[in-house]
């Protein structure tokens, strides 16, 4: 089981290269590489899928994801773009009435458990109650800032909050 000093301790053994005098700014940039780690891993497992970003958009947007006007506005497609994607996706089977059918949400799945794995790989030195400690101290904070409304609830990130 690892310390209150463990976080440190990890930055410092390589995790990154922070300095101690500064945690905030250390705790801060491991974050961002995990968080910039686990959404690449999502793009590659999309990518190895064969799809676009503007086709997994538009399928996170039929699955209740977010809402389609918030990835307009922060991705910069237009609407034309957005009806002929989705309805390649409804011609490939995946949409049906722009809702995700049965054959899309398998995909969905998949490429979800192939994030997961990917994802995972920066806390395969920590055991089970190594990552159960972590989540226990992460979850104060994460309340917090759920409760803050600066993430909105639907998100194009497709961030669940937790309450």
Known sequence: MFTDDWLLATLDAGCHR???????????????NLREHCGDS??????TQG???LEVAVLFVAAGGTSRDALLANRGWT??????????L????????????????????????????LAEQPFGCLD?????R?????????????????IP???PMGVQLIS
């Not at 999502?42 to 990518?47: G, P, S």
């Not at 011609?91 to 994030?115: C, K, M, N, P, Y």
């Not at 972590?134 to 600066?150: K, M, N, Q, Y």
Request: glycine share 4%.
């Open 18 to 32: 922070g300095s101690r005098d500064d945690p905030v700014a250390a705790l801060w940039q491991l974050a961002t």
């Open 42 to 47: 999502h793009v590659n497992a999309w990518a």
């Open 134 to 150: 972590l989540l226990d101290v992460l979850e104060g904070p994460a309340r917090a800032v759920s409760r803050s409304t600066t």
């Open 51 to 53: 799809f676009t970003s």
């Open 79 to 88: 609407d034309a773009e957005w009806a002929d994607t989705t309805a390649l």
């Open 90 to 117: 409804e011609q490939r089977g995946l949409l049906a009435d722009r809702i995700t059918t049965e054959h899309g949400s398998t995909i969905r799945a998949e490429v979800e458990r192939v994030t997961d794995e």
């Open 128 to 132: 089970l109650d190594d990552r159960q």
């Open 153 to 155: 609830a639907i998100n």
